[in-house]
């Protein structure tokens, strides 16, 4: 292995980003690859929990449960290179692919550690852990599997299906390559591990243990349900459960700079029209994406506006960043105004009005971590009586 390569240091720009053709002909490649007509970006996005999924979804359906980490969501592409050389791309939400140059990556093979799985495309998360000696490890934490040497019939399978391909194929002979040569690790791009998954009756266990034990951040939960197929685009056997008050919405920020009178002072300068201010505090409309029609977004403006502080309007000026139209995700402050959480570059678009009305549902009716502490057994009692009819039914 190249011992010159080094683990990631940036998990938002991990590589060198396919431009132009390269970039059409990865995309054709993996929609080739999944069956699909389309190019856009083919991962599964869950809906945000609602207090109805409690008694419609997890009591009547087997579900896992896992941690929802504050990372940045991937796929991981294995393929090759003109050469016929093991070659790897991250697959980002804006379809943006990253090619993994001069990183040591290497999947191998049950029967042969020299050779590798390609055609192979996997669901994760990139997060960095801190360590104990206070550096920063990157680690690609793997909840799903899209296809595997070339074969996609895996996305008609469910989940526990998939993910046990994913471990007898892929991460088996992963673990067994490290084992056998841990010193490699340290040059590893990344560390590949797979996430922890949960009945979904264990959520004390989730709460009590998992998330303290966690070494990077994290922002809920994520339920997924064991039996469904893997479904493209927006899924509604995947629910994201946040704490009612950490919920959040990704606007497109529109700012509306006040028009002002020239003061004496500055008549006397030579400024006698009135003029747009921008050092004051700006009003900041939030937008919210309604689709593409003829090839251009549409947005509607939001009720309503986003709160800026003096102090947080100078911070803002004071980095120089273009701020106009720029996707930022929003969360409600205690006195119900919406706050800028952080900037969401890593994304082409607001969320869809679908989705916005999803995550205010979810606030309304928010469901909090006592209530599905409460709901355990009866998800617990569900799960058990589903095992005894499928046993009773052989």
């Known amino acids: 292995m190249d011992q010159s390569a080094q683990p990631l240091r940036d998990i938002a720009n991990p590589g060198i980003k396919a431009q132009g053709e390269l970039l059409r002909e990865l995309r054709a490649e993996v929609a080739n690859l999944l069956g699909r007509n389309s190019y856009n970006f083919p991962g599964a996005q869950p809906v945000s929990f609602a207090r109805r999924h409690l008694a419609e979804e997890l ?72 360590m104990p000696n206070g550096e920063k490890e990157p680690k690609f934490l793997v909840f799903d599997l899209l ?35 841990p010193e490699e690790l340290q040059y590893q791009a990344f560390r590949v591990e797979m996430k922890e998954m949960q009945f979904s009756y264990g959520i ?36 994201k459960w946040k704490a009612p008050h ?14 002002v009178e020239p003061t004496e002072q500055e008549r006397a300068d030579g400024q006698t029209e009135p003029f747009v201010d921008y050092e004051s505090v700006p009003e900041a409309r ?13 947005y509607d403006e939001f009720k309503e506006p986003l709160y800026l502080a003096e102090d947080e309007w100078e911070t803002l000026k004071s980095w120089g960043d273009p701020l106009q139209d720029r996707v930022i995700e929003c969360c409600l402050d ?17 969320n869809h009005v679908s989705t916005v009305n999803s995550v205010l549902e979810s606030i309304k009716d928010g469901v909090s971590e006592g ?14 009586m589903r095992q005894q009819q499928q046993q009773g039914g052989h």
């Open 286 to 298: 939030l937008l919210v994406f309604t689709g593409t029609d003829r090839g251009k977004p549409g």
């Open 371 to 384: 209530e599905l502490l409460a709901a355990a057994k009866g998800i617990k009692d569900g799960w058990k």
């Open 334 to 350: 205690e006195e119900k105004r919406w706050r800028l959480y952080r900037f969401r570059d890593d994304k082409t678009e607001a």
């Open 204 to 239: 004390e266990m989730m709460f009590r243990e998992v998330l303290p034990s966690l070494k990077h951040q994290n922002d809920g939960l994520i339920f997924t349900c064991r039996s469904s197929p893997y479904q493209f685009g927006t899924d509604p056997h995947i629910l």
């Open 59 to 130: 009591r009547r359906e087997d579900y896992y449960v896992c941690e929802k980490s504050d990372g940045i969501r991937y796929l991981l592409y294995l393929t090759t290179d003109e050469a016929g050389n093991e070659c790897h791309y991250l697959v980002d939400r804006k379809n943006d692919y990253w090619w993994l140059s001069q990183r040591n990556l290497h999947f191998p093979l049950a029967h042969d550690r020299t050779a590798f799985h390609t055609g192979t495309l996997i669901d994760g998360e990139l997060v960095m852990d801190a």
């Open 147 to 181: 296809a595997l040497d070339g074969k996609a019939d895996l996305l008609s399978k469910p989940l526990d299906k998939r993910l046990g391909y994913f471990r007898e194929h892929v991460m088996k002979p992963y673990k067994s390559l490290f084992s056998a040569f």
């Open 246 to 259: 950490e919920n959040t919405v990704d606007f497109r920020l529109r700012l509306h700079f006040p028009l």
